[in-house]
């Protein structure tokens, strides 16, 4: 079956550290990988994508390459701020009628000033 | 580009009232369309989906039901709430490949 597996949290960093959360998945066929980000109270934002192996999505300096030889999608940035502070979640989508987006668990990022 | 509307935003009920969440949708034809509950400190369940009018496919069995009355109007009810039915309800829609969500609306069953 599908599933997505991320780094349990939370996980605290100083502002301008860098930043690594570990998302690895299992999936039959070929499936599109995500990078959403919730920040508090509010609903779910579209942070990056890739469609295909090799593929590197990037968006805000947060960046993820879809690597089929390790099953793997990890989020970095090289420099966090306190705005970046919010609920992380990775998930996959193997994309036939009506199929939906598997989710992870969430990791949740604080960062101090 | 598309936009989710969600509504209400944050309601209070107590158990055994019925509910009615209401998705629409705007800047696109023809999506499928998702609601999903996250429930506090846990993750994203997926609960109904629907490619077409009409057409709704349950992921969990539970005493909440979904309607699609129109291509962009996605409902989501229940007869009479429990108090595991609190949580943050996302609806969503995807129009191609990705899937783009509403603001979220906070239900509080007391």
């Known amino acids: 079956g599908n599933s997505v597996t991320q780094m349990e949290g939370p996980v605290t960093l100083s502002e301008e550290a860098f930043l690594t959360i570990n998302c690895t998945y299992t999936?039959?066929?070929?499936?599109?990988l995500f990078w959403y980000v919730q920040y508090p109270g509010e609903g779910l934002q579209l942070l990056l994508k890739?469609?295909?192996?090799?593929d590197k999505g990037s968006n805000k300096g947060f960046e993820a390459t879809y690597r089929k030889e390790t099953t793997s999608f990890h989020l970095e940035k090289g420099s966090v701020q306190v705005s970046d502070s919010a609920v992380y979640f990775c998930?996959?989508?193997?994309?036939?009628?009506?199929?939906?987006?598997?989710f992870g668990k969430g990791t949740t990022l604080s960062v101090s000033s | 580009s598309q936009t989710i509307h969600q509504w209400p935003a944050t309601l209070v009920q107590p158990v055994g009232s019925p509910l009615s969440l209401e998705c629409t949708v705007e800047?696109?034809?023809?999506?499928?369309l998702y609601w999903y509950r996250q429930a506090a400190g846990r993750g994203l369940q997926l609960l109904f989906y629907?490619?077409?009018?009409?057409?709704i496919s349950s992921e969990v069995p539970q005493n909440l039901s979904a309607s699609r009355p129109q291509d962009r109007q996605f409902i989501l009810s229940s007869k009479k709430l429990l108090l595991s039915d609190s949580g943050f309800y996302l609806c969503?829609?995807?129009?191609?490949?990705?899937?783009?969500f509403g603001e979220g609306s906070w239900l509080t069953v007391v």
């Open positions: 998930a996959l989508s193997v994309w036939q009628a009506g199929t939906a987006l598997i």
């Open positions: 999936a039959t066929g070929y499936p599109s």
């Open positions: 890739a469609t295909k192996a090799d």
């Open positions: 800047g696109t034809s023809n999506p499928n």
């Open positions: 629907s490619v077409g009018i009409g057409q």
């Open positions: 969503a829609c995807s129009p191609g490949n990705t899937i783009y």
